[in-house]
């Protein structure tokens, strides 16, 4: 099992930012990728940011060159630093990781509680 705890979201003005962490515990050694969800009212799950264990990102276009995600491996924590605000991106963020069990090559998907991010125009 893998536990992940957010943290860092709130109100914020448009031009504003804001910095998400994501604590993760339990059976972290297989994680593969650790990622970024948002989900805005009457929208669906869309996909922020990916971070791997080699350290390779990607972002959605609508953000990139605004957000960056990054990781400190001696906290189990993965970050996403978000400048320029828009109003568009308010939504509920969610952590997401990917594990890879070793001994099956098993693919599970864990989730945190999410984080509410408002932007104000």
């Known amino acids: 099992q893998v536990h992940l705890v957010e943290s860092g979201g709130g109100l914020v003005q448009a031009g504003g930012s804001l910095r998400l962490s994501c604590a993760a515990s339990g059976s972290i050694f297989d994680i593969v990728t650790m990622s970024w969800y948002r989900q805005a009212p009457g929208n669906k799950v869309e996909l922020v940011a990916t971070?791997?264990?080699?350290?390779?990102?990607n972002y959605r276009d609508s953000v990139t060159g605004r957000f960056t995600i990054s990781r400190d491996n001696a906290r189990n924590t993965v970050y996403l630093q978000m400048n320029s605000l828009k109003p568009e991106d308010t939504a509920v963020y969610y952590c997401?990781?990917?594990?890879?069990?070793?001994?099956?090559?098993?693919?599970?998907?864990?989730w945190g509680q999410g984080t509410q991010v408002t932007v104000s125009s």
């Open positions: 997401n990781a990917k594990r890879v069990v070793v001994t099956t090559g098993d693919e599970l998907d864990y």
């Open positions: 971070i791997t264990d080699t350290n390779h990102t």
